[in-house]
């Protein structure tokens, strides 16, 4: 069977990031991108399932700009056989990257679809969950497990209160959480086989895509900062002033 | 305008995150109604009629609801929202693992983008949420019909839980998928308060070295009544619990008081839990960013500090 991964560039994720003065945005001018690192946790996952026999083929899949061909080398490398681009330089919302997958799913027709549950730089946690409400497949979000049997997958899902597994019928879209797996690294002579292996860039019309959001930003503005806070020398000052002073315990 | 918040609950209690939400719809303004979408859920119907500003519930109880597979409620709520009832302008869910499984497929079905995490209400159709783990606050306006929101419940102090008179209503349509089933569940149980509701929270980080010195911070919350969280370096390690992560795609907090204990502070961490009233931390490296964010900081040994702090407390 086909498993599909779908990846994000973004900024990476030791980077503290700088809001513009102007309130327009962040400030990603010479800054680190990479592979969101829940992505990198599908790749791994899809990858793993080719190394098991389970997966023939695994198609990686991005939306962005012609620089998430980066990341999706960097997909290549870690093992995938192909990659698409769909290729706009929009900041897309998550419903539009949700219905641009839906196209290439239907193009592809994956029986699994592993996405990161989130990116780390809009942290909308959507995109999966609208990629398979408009597919109308089953998910498995937040997975720390995943098996495949037959025509089904079971996925251990991580829940606030502790974990949940269900079975779902495939085709079905997965999302990761930090505990599935732990990516490997790219060696060199992945790296370097990766370079030959096919990159297919789409656009959004050429899918027939309208990726309008209903969501407006208006404004991006830097959090309230703390005010600085002291140093304490010992336990019985520090209870002191939490008594006295913070009036908290 | 009509707002339909989304119950959290267990089939037997309502969830106090459902509290929070409400005061979210409250600052939207308008009718309030609260959809309880599960099995045998009785007792969360009688508590949500109670309380203040709920106008009507909802209860939806079949057996393809029991466990919130998002397959099934969240086609029971696209349907309410377009057929049965098109008077809602909101639809809002608390963003609990619960909420964030649902409520992005509702929006997909209505075709609009949701809204995530909000933590204020600037006006019925703008909202303040954080994005980069925190470290920037975007203003976000929507156009949608139904706007699909959900709140981050540090955002919004709860209301009370009782004093209202809400009316009920039985939907009576069954939505299932059939594509997906329940399995199982296993819950941690704990008589520690809920992380996501404690005046407290104690946390652990890589510095506690394993699970079983988890028992000093355990020692310490039991005499502070606090819940206990943890880092992703001490859960991806296995000291403990993935539901006790604390971070920017863990768990939310904040309380009157955080002690971070042996965490270094990555920012990672931080989104979790820089809204908390107070922090302390205690850490042995003084170089650590946990001290950045700190109210209180104390550089020591937390196997010498952890316990004396018990012992004056």
């Known amino acids: 069977m086909k498993v599909m991964a779908a990846v994000k560039r973004v900024v990476d994720y030791n980077v503290k990031v700088r809001v513009r003065a102007d309130g327009s945005g962040v400030d990603l001018a010479n800054v680190k991108m990479a592979m969101n690192p829940f992505c990198e946790i599908a790749v791994e996952e899809a990858v793993r399932l080719k190394e098991q026999g389970i997966a023939s083929e695994v198609v990686v899949v991005s939306v962005g700009s012609p620089g998430a061909q980066e990341q999706l080398r960097t997909a290549l490398a870690l093992g995938a056989d192909r990659a698409i681009l769909v290729e706009t330089d929009d900041a897309l919302g998550s419903l539009a990257v949700a219905k641009l997958l839906k196209a290439v799913v239907d193009k592809e027709q994956p029986q699994l679809v592993i996405l990161g549950k989130q990116a780390i730089d809009s942290d909308n946690n959507q995109t999966g969950q609208m990629l398979a409400a408009l597919s109308g497949y089953a998910q498995g979000t937040f997975a720390s497990y995943v098996e495949i049997r037959e025509d089904k997958v079971t996925v251990a899902r991580e829940i606030d209160g502790g974990a949940q597994t269900v079975s779902l019928k495939l085709p079905a879209i997965v999302t990761t959480d930090l505990r599935l797996n732990e990516p490997r690294y790219a060696s060199l002579p992945n790296i370097m086989k990766a370079k030959k292996k096919p990159l297919e860039v789409l656009t959004p019309g050429a899918l027939g895509i309208c990726t309008d959001s209903t969501n407006k930003t208006v404004n991006v503005e830097a959090p309230a900062a703390r005010s600085p806070g002291i140093k304490v020398k010992s336990v019985a000052e520090l209870v002191e002033k939490l008594k006295n002073e913070a009036k908290v315990i | ?313």
């Open chain 2, 1 to 313: 305008m009509t707002i339909l918040v989304i119950a959290e609950h267990n089939n037997t209690l309502l969830a106090a995150v459902t509290l929070n939400t409400v005061a979210a719809a409250a600052q939207i303004g308008g009718d309030i109604h609260v959809l309880v979408a599960g099995q045998g859920a009785g007792a969360v119907t009688e508590a949500a009629v109670k309380v203040p500003g709920v106008s009507k519930v909802l209860v939806a109880d079949q057996a393809a609801y029991a466990h919130q597979l998002p397959e099934n409620v969240a086609a029971l709520i696209a349907s309410l929202v377009i057929e049965q009832h098109s008077i809602y302008t909101h639809v809002l869910a608390a963003a609990t693992s619960n909420g964030k499984n649902i409520l992005p497929r509702v929006a997909a079905q209505l075709d609009v983008d949701q809204i995530s995490e909000i933590i204020s209400v600037e006006s019925p159709d703008t909202f303040k949420r954080p994005i980069y783990a925190g470290n920037a606050i975007a203003t976000v306006q929507s156009n949608a019909v139904v706007k699909v929101i959900t709140v981050r419940t540090t955002g919004f102090d709860p209301v009370v839980a009782e004093g209202g008179a809400a009316t009920v209503e039985f939907v009576d349509t069954e939505y299932n998928a059939g594509t997906a089933s329940f399995v199982n569940e296993v819950l941690a149980k704990s008589d520690r308060p809920d992380l996501s509701a404690a005046k407290i929270v104690v946390s652990g980080g890589r510095g506690m070295q394993n699970g079983d010195n988890f028992k000093h911070l355990y020692a310490l919350a039991d005499k502070l009544g606090a819940g206990v969280g943890a880092s992703r370096a001490a859960v991806d390690a296995g000291f403990v619990a993935n539901d006790m992560q604390v971070g920017q795609t863990g768990k939310i907090v904040a309380p009157q008081l955080y002690i971070a204990v042996g965490i270094s502070g990555a920012i990672q961490h931080l989104a979790g839990m820089k809204d908390s009233k107070v922090i302390v931390a205690i850490n042995k490296d003084e170089e650590a960013p946990i001290f950045q964010v700190a109210d209180y900081g104390l550089v020591a040994d937390l196997f010498d500090a952890v316990p004396e702090f018990e012992r004056l407390v």
